[in-house]
C-alpha cells in the first residue's frame, strides 16, 4: 500500500477506503455532536428502562444537552432530614463517540442502502450507549460517593465489584469496540470483495 | 439455489459465532487486565514505558520535557499529563489480540500479524500520547475532545484498519491483479 503515491492510493481500495473513511470523521464528528441531544432523549428513555429492576433508587432521569441527570432518592446526609437528595449527572457523549466513526466507515464503504444501514446501526449501538451511561451512574452512587450514600444502595460487596467491571468496560471497551463489530457484521460482503483485492506491491 | 442459501446461513452462523466468540474474548482478557497481578506486572510497567518512550522522542526536539513514571511534564509551562487507563493502548491491543484470535488463519499468521498489529496500535498510540500533551498546552477544551472522542475513535479505526489489512494477507485472498468479486455474487454469499 502506497499512501503517499497518488497511483497507489488510486490502486488500493484499502488505501482509498481508508483516506474516504478520515474525510467523512470531521463531518460526522460535527452532525454527531448537534444531534447528540436527540440520541440522548432515546438513551434517556432506555435509561429509564434499565434502572427498573433497581425499584425506586431512580425517581427520575432528567436531560440537560447531551448529560444525563439520574435524580435519585437517597440522601446526601446522614438522617432521614439531612441533606438533599443526590443527584448524578453522566455526560452521554463519552458513551456515544463510537456513532461517529460507525457513520464515517459506513459511508466510506458505500454500500446499497447504507443510509439504511446507518440508522439500523445508531439503533443497535443505543443499548450500548444506555449500558454505559448506566453504569457510570451506578459507579456514582455504590462506590465513589463515599460511604453514606453507597451504604443506602444496598449493594453487596459482590455486586459492587460487578458494578467496577461494567463501569471499565462500559468506558474503555464498549463505546469504541461495538461499533466496530456493529460495522463488520453490516459489511460481510464489503469485507469480503475488500478481501479479495490484495495490497499492489 | 438452495445450496447458494444452505450456504449463506452456514457463513452467516460462522460470523455469528466468530462474533460471540470475539465478544466473550474481550470480556475475558479486559477482565484478565484488571486483576491487580496484570496491573503490577504489566500494565504499570508498560505505562510508565510509554511515557518514557514518548517523552524520549518529544526531548528529540523539545528538551524541557520530563517523565515521572506514567507523568509527562513540561518544565516550561508546567502542564503535564498522566497516562491513565484507556490512553496507554492495552484495550485496543486486547481488541486486536481477540479479534486475529477469533478469526481463523493459521496460528503463524495470527502471531505474524499480532507482532505487526501491536507495533502498528501501540506507535500510533505514542503519537496519540504526544499530540495531546501539545494539545493540553495549546488549548485544554480542543485537549479535552480530542482526549475523550477523537483519538478514542481513531485508535480503534487503526485496530480495525491493521485488521483489515491482516486479514487482507491471509492465505486465500485473492491477488489484486485478479477483477473483484461481483456485487451480486458477494451479496449472495454473506
Not at chain 1, 42 to 60: C, F
Not at chain 1, 68 to 82: C, I
Not at chain 1, 169 to 198: N, Q
Not at chain 2, 37 to 42: L, M, P, S, T, Y
Request: charged share 15%; with cysteine; proline share 5%.
Amino acid at each position: 500500500m502506497n499512501l503517499s503515491s497518488p497511483t497507489g492510493t488510486a490502486r488500493s481500495p484499502l488505501a482509498r477506503f481508508i483516506v474516504t473513511v478520515l474525510l467523512w470523521l470531521p463531518v460526522t464528528f460535527a452532525v454527531w455532536y448537534v444531534v447528540a441531544p436527540v440520541l440522548m432523549f432515546a438513551v434517556r428513555i432506555l435509561g429509564m428502562l434499565a434502572v427498573l429492576p433497581l425499584g425506586d433508587l431512580v425517581s427520575v432521569i432528567e436531560q440537560k444537552g447531551s448529560a444525563l441527570v439520574f435524580v435519585t432518592t437517597l440522601r446526601a446526609g446522614q438522617s432521614a432530614q439531612a441533606g438533599g437528595l443526590v443527584s448524578v449527572s453522566v455526560n452521554g457523549l463519552l458513551y456515544s463517540f463510537g456513532m461517529p466513526m460507525f457513520a464515517a466507515l459506513t459511508l466510506a464503504a458505500r454500500e446499497p442502502r447504507r443510509w439504511v444501514i446507518l440508522a439500523l446501526g445508531v439503533v443497535a449501538l443505543l443499548p450500548f450507549v444506555t449500558f454505559g451511561v448506566v453504569a457510570d451512574f451506578l459507579k456514582n452512587v455504590a462506590i465513589t460517593s463515599g460511604p453514606l450514600v453507597a451504604s443506602q444502595t444496598g449493594f453487596s460487596a459482590a455486586q459492587r465489584e460487578m458494578i467496577a467491571f461494567a463501569y471499565q468496560f462500559g468506558t474503555l471497551i464498549l463505546p469504541t469496540v461495538t461499533p466496530a463489530i456493529v460495522w463488520v457484521v453490516t459489511h460481510r460482503a464489503f469485507l469480503e470483495r475488500m478481501r479479495g483485492l490484495t495490497v499492489p506491491r | 439455489m438452495v445450496d447458494l442459501d444452505e450456504d449463506a446461513r452456514r457463513r452467516r452462523a460462522s460470523a455469528w459465532r466468530r462474533c460471540s466468540f470475539l465478544v466473550g474474548l474481550v470480556a475475558f482478557l479486559f477482565g484478565l487486565e484488571l486483576t491487580p497481578w496484570a496491573q503490577r506486572w504489566f500494565v504499570e510497567p508498560w505505562t510508565t514505558a510509554l511515557a518514557q518512550i514518548s517523552t524520549s522522542l518529544v526531548t528529540l526536539f523539545d528538551s524541557g520535557v520530563t517523565a515521572t513514571g506514567k507523568v509527562i511534564a513540561s518544565t516550561s509551562s508546567g502542564f503535564a499529563v498522566s497516562i491513565e487507563a484507556g490512553c496507554n493502548g492495552v484495550e485496543a491491543t486486547i481488541v486486536l489480540i481477540a479479534a486475529m484470535i477469533a478469526f481463523p488463519a493459521p496460528w503463524k499468521h495470527k502471531l505474524m500479524g499480532l507482532a505487526a498489529g501491536i507495533v502498528a496500535v501501540q506507535g500510533l498510540n505514542i503519537l496519540r500520547v504526544i499530540s495531546l500533551f501539545y494539545l493540553g498546552q495549546w488549548d485544554y477544551k480542543v485537549f479535552e475532545w480530542a482526549h475523550l472522542y477523537v483519538w478514542q475513535a481513531l485508535i480503534m479505526l487503526d485496530v480495525l484498519v491493521v485488521w483489515l489489512i491482516w486479514v487482507r494477507t491471509l492465505p486465500g485472498a485473492r491477488d489484486d491483479r485478479a477483477p473483484p468479486s461481483p456485487p451480486a455474487a458477494a451479496t449472495a454469499s454473506a
